[in-house]
T-cell receptor, first 115, second 107 residues
Framework: NAGVMQNPRHLVRRRGQEARLRCSPM?????VYWYRQLPEEGLKFMVY????????ESGMPKERFSAEFPKEGPSILRIQQVVRGDSAAYFC?????????????FGSGTRLTVV | KNQVEQSPQSLIILEGKNCTLQ??????????LRWYKQDTGRGPVSLTI?????NTKSNGRYTATLDADTKQSSLHITASQLSDSASYIC??????FGTGTRLLVSP
């Protein structure tokens, strides 16, 4: 297992289009966390999911953003009708359990550019 | 408001020198305090994890300290190498991250 895989690494979207970011957790990990990192800013928590469940979405904007982690396949972060302010690096992390000490690992991120 | 503040914002040191990065947090209740190294264009990589009762944790040339009373942590890097050039991020649990210290190790 190569670790947490995110794709695409870079994504360019025009304003108004949809962006779909994928995160494949480490093998055996059923907990996924999504973060956004703006230039010169820290990581901002967005959403925490377990398989088929959203556990905590307190950091995710109420409109245009959604996340899922289906029983099979990667976790998806979807941004509808993107705007320039959505341009950022989006990272996911996965863990074996809800306790962060159990192999909590970040992916390399998807850099979204909205033009 | 739960926050993590890091200083300095950026730092340049000569190869082989030591340095110390600071982290102050106001997060309550306490969650494990982590230090990460983030290379440009990559995701953060965990360096140390400290529980409430730990004062010091080492990982090779990296040593983290924690004072839970004053809510301060530090990361000390010994005998710096060019590959240490990166951003170093302090975080409380999974929700609150500092903005990082950008370290440049110069030859």
């Amino acid at each position: 297992n190569a670790g947490v895989m995110q794709n695409p690494r870079h994504l360019v979207r025009r304003r108004g289009q949809e962006a779909r970011l994928r995160c494949s957790p480490m093998k055996g990990h059923s907990h996924v966390y999504w973060y956004r990192q703006l230039p010169e800013e820290g990581l901002k928590f967005m959403v925490y999911l377990q398989k088929e469940n959203i556990i905590d979405e307190s950091g995710m904007p109420k409109e245009r953003f959604s996340a899922e982690f289906p029983k099979e396949g990667p976790s998806i972060l979807r941004i509808q009708q993107v705007v320039r302010g959505d341009s950022a690096a989006y990272f996911c992390a996965s863990s074996l359990t809800s306790e962060l000490d159990y192999g909590y690992t970040f992916g390399s991120g998807t850099r979204l550019t909205v033009v | 408001k739960n926050q993590v503040e890091q200083s300095p914002q950026s730092l340049i040191i000569l190869e082989g020198k030591n340095c110390t990065l600071q982290c102050n947090y106001t997060v309550s209740p306490f969650s494990n305090l982590r230090w990460y190294k983030q290379d440009t264009g990559r995701g953060p990589v965990s360096l140390t994890i400290m529980t409430f009762s730990e004062n010091t944790k080492s990982n090779g040339r990296y040593t983290a300290t924690l004072d839970a009373d004053t809510k301060q942590s530090s990361l000390h890097i010994t005998a710096s190498q060019l590959s240490d050039s990166a951003s170093y991020i302090c975080a409380q649990g999974k929700l609150v991250f500092g903005t990082g210290t950008r370290l440049l190790v110069s030859p």
